[in-house]
């Protein structure tokens, strides 16, 4: 396959899991409308088995896949709102605002082309790179690995547990269990009260926030159109066309 024709697969695929996603969010908010608040989380459940058909249970963490970037890392630390800030201080280089969800199957293929390059610039002080974890692509396994997200960044792993987490990602329509989730973790060497911090869903409050607060970013930059995975370069959207191409997208921030 062509270069050409690989980078309009990658565009065809992401335009289609965008409407995809776009469909869910629709049918979440008019079945939340009309049932009203009470009744949330059996909108989220119909949602899931309706539409989805997910097997909740997640996955069984056996044979973890856990292949980290060999390369030097920027210094990570994690934000008052659980924004995940790689970079060195003092960058001049372009702010690459990244925005996931870690059941978003079109995420794992960005991470498997790109994920590296973005970790390579903001090693070498080009960049600095905010990744915002949203959580709907799978109404009870996205909130619930953004939360373990957000554990494994207090735990000093977040960039760890983000590899292992897209590397051993189940079917978007298999909820990731808290139980597969501390796997993840353990295999990413998060330590401490990681655990009980995913037992506990210590973030979620924060996490549906962050995911609310994202979307309408999203749909503000893209004209109503809220997808994952997204790219901002210094508040702009990323031409598509460079997101799944690592040397596009290494011309598209640094210029060479």
Same mark, same amino acid.
Not at 35 to 53: D, E, K, P, S
Not at 227 to 232: A, C, D, N, W
């Given at each position: 396959?062509?270069?050409?024709?690989?980078?309009?697969?990658?565009?065809?695929?992401?335009?289609?899991?965008?409407?995809?996603?776009?469909?869910?969010?629709?049918?979440?908010?008019?079945?939340?409308?009309?049932?009203?608040? $009470?009744?949330?989380?059996?909108?989220?459940?119909?949602?899931?088995?309706?539409?989805?058909?997910?097997?909740?249970?997640?996955?069984?963490?056996?044979?973890?896949?856990?292949?980290?970037?060999?390369?030097?890392?920027?210094?990570?630390?994690?934000?008052?709102?659980?924004?995940?800030?790689?970079?060195?201080?003092?960058?001049?280089?372009?702010?690459?605002?990244?925005?996931?969800?870690?059941?978003?199957?079109?995420?794992?293929?960005?991470?498997?082309?790109?994920?590296?390059?973005?970790?390579? *610039?903001?090693?070498?002080?080009?960049?600095?790179?905010?990744?915002?974890?949203?959580?709907?692509?799978?109404?009870?396994?996205?909130?619930?690995?953004? $939360?373990?997200?957000?554990?494994?960044?207090?735990?000093?792993?977040?960039?760890?547990?983000?590899?292992?987490?897209?590397?051993?990602?189940?079917?978007?329509?298999?909820?990731?269990?808290?139980?597969?989730?501390?796997?993840?973790?353990?295999?990413?060497?998060?330590?401490?009260?990681?655990?009980?911090?995913?037992?506990?869903?210590?973030?979620?409050?924060?996490?549906? %926030?962050?995911?609310?607060?994202? *979307?309408?970013? *999203?749909?503000?930059?893209?004209?109503?159109?809220?997808?994952?995975?997204?790219?901002?370069?210094?508040? %702009?959207? *990323?031409?598509?066309?460079?997101?799944?191409?690592?040397?596009?997208?290494?011309?598209?921030?640094?210029? $060479?």
């Amino acid at each position: 396959m062509s270069k050409a024709a690989r980078e309009r697969s990658a565009r065809e695929r992401l335009a289609e899991e965008r409407r995809r996603q776009q469909a869910r969010q629709k049918q979440v908010r008019l079945l939340t409308a009309v049932l009203g608040a $009470v009744v949330v989380v059996a909108v989220a459940v119909v949602v899931t088995v309706v539409a989805m058909n997910s097997d909740k249970s997640g996955g069984d963490g056996k044979n973890l896949s856990a292949n980290f970037y060999k390369g030097a890392t920027a210094p990570v630390k994690v934000t008052a709102d659980g924004t995940v800030v790689m970079g060195k201080p003092g960058v001049k280089g372009p702010t690459v605002d990244l925005y996931e969800d870690f059941q978003c199957p079109i995420c794992k293929e960005f991470e498997k082309a790109s994920g590296d390059t973005v970790k390579q *610039l903001a090693a070498e002080g080009k960049i600095t790179v905010n990744y915002h974890i949203l959580s709907f692509v799978n109404p009870e396994g996205s909130p619930r690995a953004a $939360v373990a997200g957000w554990c494994a960044a207090d735990a000093g792993r977040f960039l760890q547990f983000h590899d292992v987490a897209y590397q051993n990602q189940p079917d978007e329509r298999k909820a990731l269990s808290v139980d597969t989730l501390k796997k993840f973790g353990a295999a990413a060497g998060a330590t401490g009260d990681f655990a009980k911090c995913v037992s506990d869903q210590k973030y979620a409050s924060q996490v549906k %926030k962050n995911n609310e607060d994202g *979307l309408k970013t *999203l749909e503000a930059k893209y004209g109503g159109k809220a997808g994952t995975p997204s790219v901002l370069v210094n508040g %702009k959207p *990323l031409d598509q066309n460079a997101m799944f191409d690592p040397n596009a997208l290494q011309k598209a921030l640094t210029g $060479v």
